[in-house]
């Protein structure tokens, strides 16, 4: 929901084991995220907007149907 880029002060989320298929972009205002695991869920496409996140430092999304990596992220 749009709700979650409410939570500025996040430092972790853990979304693992559900069976989301995308990711809201309001995801990309969680300014102060560091950990983000989103493993074993069902996405195809990687969630973009994790790119703004100038402070993460953990990204699981291990277990997903992600079939390509932006350029950004290698």
Request: hydrophobic fraction near 45%; charge should be negative.
């Amino acid at each position: 929901p749009d709700e979650i880029g409410s939570l500025i002060y996040l430092q972790e989320l853990y979304i693992h084991h559900n069976e989301f298929l995308f990711l809201n972009d309001a995801i990309r205002q969680l300014a102060n995220l560091q950990v983000f695991h989103a493993h074993h869920n069902k996405l195809s496409l990687f969630p973009n907007a994790i790119l703004d996140l100038q402070k993460l430092r953990e990204i699981d999304l291990n277990e997903n149907a992600i079939a390509e990596l932006p350029v950004e992220i290698i």
